[in-house]
């Protein structure tokens, strides 16, 4: 069995729900739940295994550079989440389908809802800590698309919007302690960092690691001052509550604390803090859930309170007190996910959930009621339901802890938590379900449907088995749970429904008791909490959120000036600042390379590209001059690749140079020609300064490299070209096959580059900037806008361009060419159509699309890499072989080709969206339309014979 497809089957299947519910709410319903039936069929597989007491592993290569690998673990803790995860998720799966309207978009819920499913699988699963939070944030983000499912809910989308934020934050400072859990452990993989407890613990680096990991799970487990979240998250239907503040999101805090427990547990920060921390969350959840009216209010707040126990117990640091937690945790999944589907019924059939329009509902829904009850009961700590069990075990491990030195503390304040869950739910029991029968409910309420209580039946049933017969029904789960979490034997101890007359027993009467008292002086207590001013965490979270976005505003104002001039500055600045950091503080020593000789010509262009420099300085303030004098730059730079015998980057570096300065020569004709604004004399100076420094460090670079002798890899490339890519091109095998994902990365970057210039133009067509656009224009344009003889020649050289784009192509890889320098010659024949013969006539002739062009290139390329994959080889590793042809001789094929041709195409679409955009923009371009016709020249009608003469003025 490869436990690899526990959390992989929700996950690949979570978009099938999506695409049957074409077929009804019932088959999707039915495609959903076929993958979690399978994962819990795989976990059902591997149970004899796991209670066997071995650990199943399944490992596959990710990122192995930093770590990160695709590894899964099954023990007893894993498996204990891994199936109430599953197994509640599928009795959501069946009551959703219930719950939901015929209006709600049912398939996109289960597609939400196996999102979520999977990453919680993959949590509990995971080996790799790294892999651990790539699936802790997957649950942040689709428990954000589940708590905002109903979209039209401002609630809905608030609770969500507030999950995402506090959850978010707390998975970025868990993934910044796993990193240092990683670093002090010396690996990424729990089942080697869960060996490594004494390491972790004497780390000076504990304590840091320990803060942002505890900070990563209260914020999940909405512990207290994270609480707020979960309330607000109530806005979600019913189903996600029952599921996510049942057996997963909310969960997923605790497991990371009992996962972590060997390595991290058991020092006085842990002990300090977190049992703290679940004390003041269990005792403040419970005291706001007692004066709530809403019932999912109730229920949330209790779930805060619940959170806090396991949290406490956790804390506590002793095996009894793990073995106690895990049984709450059993415990409270079967109750709470029971407890809110009964609320959905509720709410389903009387049309509220306000307990102060409710009461009586008992005898008019006796099956639904009944089921609630022994959930409420459970949640209260009644004897002979499960909830009684983990209680007592809870109040028997406080009363032997002692906290800061006191004896009293913790057992006093857990006992004040237990009264407050005593109270709460027997308000509840009590103005919903019992009492007298009302008649004024919003909708006459019955039972529901069996798919509606069904699954709340089922839960109630280890509620009450349990309750019963603990050994029986929970006591394998449990030790095989909590040797999981302590890592070693556990003492002795049993789950029994009577443990004699301990202090347990008599705090639990203390907390029946003063329940009753406490929901009977309710009245005198909710004056007194009026009374006594308090923070609304909503309120408080919001105001952070404003101050947040405000200082954001603030920041950005006063960063992003919209002044490129000050951008470069502060960029170039800081290199240089780096630099000389650097080259002060570190040694240097003179490199002892010969310089090459100076020969005349190299002197000329050398003093050519200085004058060509300081013109442009100068000159800077006409655009077309300043473009001339910047293309001479780069052909000096492709004389310098010729010098160096290097033709393939001088024929790429002219392509280039040409393309651009066409390109960019056709946007300076929708501006002015002079600069409309100058900068001030002392910016002027300010930035020369910068720039000579700048060049001066940046030359002295170049030198102080190029002076030094090193081991070059050129050697390898030109030993290797041949045998190992099938090609004499060093350069082009280097760019399609030893630096193939280089190259790839760089046109998908090229392409967005395209797409970038596409919307930023787009937004010239209309608005402000279409007037700011116009306002610039020149007024005068050329007499003769496309002159006949530069017409003729363009049209002429077209097919020869393309046959020697095509030529340049296909001689590459043994040649100087190669895709990318073919796509910039065509580019270049189809950039001269357009300037001589205009826009309107080349778009009217040209049948290519450029976005299409764009996604073929990426496309051809990603496939060509993929193809490696089917013969097992890494991605984009090519092949080639040599073939014979009677007529044509022996010739060579290589893959790399195909890599090549989706250069080819990215380029050229590159050119042509470009191209395409900026003739929207030229509004002016065809002012005198080019005429059709031979050479584009209107000629009389040719007279046929016996023909009938046309009237003076008109055409055949």
């Known amino acids: 069995m490869n436990i690899a497809l526990l959390p992989v089957l929700p996950l690949l299947a979570a978009f099938l729900p999506s695409l049957a519910i074409k077929s009804g709410r019932t088959i999707s319903a039915i495609v959903a739940a076929v993958p979690t039936v399978a994962a819990l069929f795989l976990l059902a597989a591997a149970a004899p295994r796991i209670y066997g007491g071995e650990v199943l592993t399944a490992r596959y290569e990710w990122l192995p550079q930093i770590g990160l690998s695709f590894s899964v673990f099954l023990d007893g803790l894993g498996f204990f989440f891994a199936a109430m995860i599953l197994a509640i998720g599928l009795l959501v799966i069946v009551y959703s389908r219930y719950y939901l309207s015929p209006n709600d978009p049912m398939g996109r819920f289960y597609t939400y809802l196996l999102l979520f499913q999977g990453a919680m699988v993959g949590v509990v699963v995971s080996d790799n800590v790294l892999?651990?939070?790539?699936?802790?944030?997957?649950?942040?983000?689709?428990?954000?698309?589940?708590i905002g499912y109903w979209r039209a809910v401002p609630e809905g989308r608030q609770g969500a919007r507030m999950a995402l934020v506090?959850?978010?934050?707390?998975?970025?400072?868990?993934?910044?302690?796993?990193?240092?859990?990683?670093?002090?452990?010396?690996?990424?993989?729990?089942?080697?960092?869960?060996?490594?407890?004494?390491?972790?613990?004497?780390?000076?680096?504990?304590?840091?690691?320990?803060?942002?990991?505890?900070g990563g799970a209260f914020t999940k487990s909405a512990q207290f001052p994270f609480h707020f979240w979960l309330p607000h998250a109530m806005a979600a239907p019913t189903p996600v509550s029952a599921y996510l503040h049942s057996a997963t999101m909310v969960k997923a805090g605790v497991f990371l604390l009992a996962r972590l427990w060997p390595v991290l547990a058991g020092t006085e920060a842990w002990f300090l803090i977190v049992t703290l921390t679940g004390l003041v969350t269990m005792l403040v959840g419970a005291w706001i859930a007692f004066f709530k009216d809403d019932l999912k209010a109730i229920l949330a707040y209790s779930t805060v309170s619940h959170l806090g126990l396991m949290t406490m117990m956790l804390g506590i640091g002793t095996p009894l007190a793990a073995v106690g937690a895990v049984f709450h945790i059993l415990n409270h999944a079967t109750f709470k996910a029971a407890l809110f589907m009964s609320v959905g019924i509720v709410d389903h059939e009387t049309g509220t959930r306000d307990v102060k329009r409710l009461g009586g509902l008992l005898r008019l829904m006796p099956i639904s009621a009944s089921l609630a009850l022994v959930a409420t009961g459970s949640m209260a700590g009644l004897p002979l339901l499960n909830g009684f069990l983990s209680k007592e075990m809870m109040l028997e491990t406080v009363?032997?802890?002692?906290?800061?030195?006191?004896?009293?503390?913790?057992?006093?304040?857990?006992?004040?938590?237990?009264?407050?869950?005593?109270?709460?739910?027997?308000?509840?029991?009590?103005?919903?379900?019992l009492g007298p029968v009302r008649h004024d409910y919003p909708h006459h309420p019955h039972d529901p449907p069996v798919g509606l209580w069904l699954p709340v039946a089922i839960l109630v049933v280890p509620v009450i088995a349990i309750g019963l017969l603990p050994a029986f029904f929970a006591g394998p789960v449990v030790e095989r749970t909590a040797l999981a979490v302590v890592g070693a034997p556990l003492p002795s101890y049993y789950l029994a429904l009577w443990h004699g007359v301990t202090p347990a027993l008599f705090m639990s009467i203390v907390a029946f008791i003063g329940g009753g008292a406490v929901l009977a002086a309710f009245g005198l207590f909710d004056r007194l909490r009026l009374s006594v001013p308090r923070p609304e965490a909503k309120r408080l979270f919001d105001a952070t959120v404003s101050a947040a976005v405000e200082g954001a505003r603030d920041l950005i104002g006063a960063l992003h000036t919209e002044s490129l001039t000050r951008y470069f500055a502060v960029i170039v600045v800081s290199i240089v600042a780096v630099g000389m950091v650097g080259f002060f503080t570190g040694p240097y020593e003179a490199g002892d390379r010969p310089l090459l000789p100076v020969n005349l010509p190299a002197l000329i262009i050398w003093i050519s590209l200085v004058a060509t420099c300081l013109a442009v300085v100068v000159l800077h303030a006409n655009r077309l001059l300043t473009l001339i004098l910047t293309s001479i730059v780069g052909l000096v730079v492709s004389l310098a690749f010729i010098q160096f015998s290097a033709p393939d980057l001088a024929l790429t570096q002219i392509s280039v140079e040409v393309v651009m300065t066409i390109l960019m020569l056709l946007a300076l004709n929708l501006l002015p020609r002079t600069t409309p604004r100058e900068s001030g004399r002392i910016r002027r100076i300010r930035d020369g300064v910068v720039a000579c420094v700048a060049g001066l460090g940046l030359g002295g670079l170049s030198y102080a490299v190029m002076t030094r002798n090193f081991q070059s890899i050129s050697e390898y490339h030109l030993a290797q070209s041949k045998p190992g890519g099938g090609g004499t091109n060093v350069v082009n095998v280097i760019l399609v096959d030893f630096r193939g994902f280089d190259t790839f990365g760089e046109i998908i970057v090229l392409c967005i580059a395209a797409l970038a210039i596409y919307a930023l133009l787009d937004s010239s067509l209309r608005g402000a900037a279409a007037q700011r656009l116009a306002a610039m224009r020149q007024d005068t344009e050329a007499a003769d806008a496309h002159p006949l003889m530069l017409v003729i020649v363009t049209r002429v050289l077209l097919p020869l361009a393309l046959t020697v784009g095509v030529f340049i192509f296909l001689r590459g890889h043994?040649?100087?060419?190669?895709?990318?320098?073919?796509?910039?010659?065509?580019?270049?024949?189809?950039?001269?159509?357009?300037?001589?013969?205009?826009?309107?006539?080349?778009?009217?002739?040209?049948?290519?699309?450029?976005?299409t062009m764009l996604g073929l290139g990426v496309l051809i390329a990603g496939l060509t890499g993929l193809a490696a994959l089917l013969?097992?080889?890494?991605?984009?590793?090519?092949?080639?072989?040599?073939?014979?042809?009677?007529?044509?001789?022996?010739?060579?094929?290589a893959s790399a080709m195909a890599f090549d041709t989706g250069v080819f195409f990215a380029v050229v679409g590159t050119v042509l969206l470009s191209l395409a955009q900026i003739s929207r923009v030229q509004a002016r371009a065809e002012r005198k339309p080019v005429p059709e016709g031979p050479s584009d020249i209107r000629l009389p009608p040719v007279r046929v014979f016996n023909a009938p003469t046309p009237a003076y003025g008109k055409e055949d």
């Open 399 to 433: 009363g032997h802890t002692t906290y800061a030195g006191n004896y009293w503390i913790l057992p006093t304040l857990a006992t004040a938590g237990a009264l407050l869950s005593v109270a709460y739910s027997a308000r509840l029991a009590m103005l919903v379900y």
């Open 814 to 851: 043994n040649q100087p060419g190669g895709g990318f320098i073919a796509g910039l010659v065509v580019a270049i024949a189809l950039l001269m159509q357009a300037m001589a013969s205009g826009y309107t006539w080349t778009a009217n002739r040209l049948h290519l699309n450029a976005h």
């Open 871 to 893: 013969f097992a080889r890494p991605f984009l590793t090519s092949t080639f072989g040599y073939f014979h042809l009677p007529v044509i001789g022996e010739f060579e094929l």
């Open 131 to 146: 892999l651990l939070t790539v699936f802790w944030e997957l649950t942040s983000l689709s428990s954000f698309l589940l």
């Open 166 to 214: 506090v959850t978010g934050g707390g998975g970025l400072m868990l993934m910044a302690g796993v990193l240092l859990l990683g670093q002090i452990a010396g690996s990424y993989e729990l089942t080697e960092i869960l060996q490594r407890g004494d390491v972790i613990k004497n780390s000076p680096l504990y304590l840091p690691m320990l803060l942002l990991i505890l």
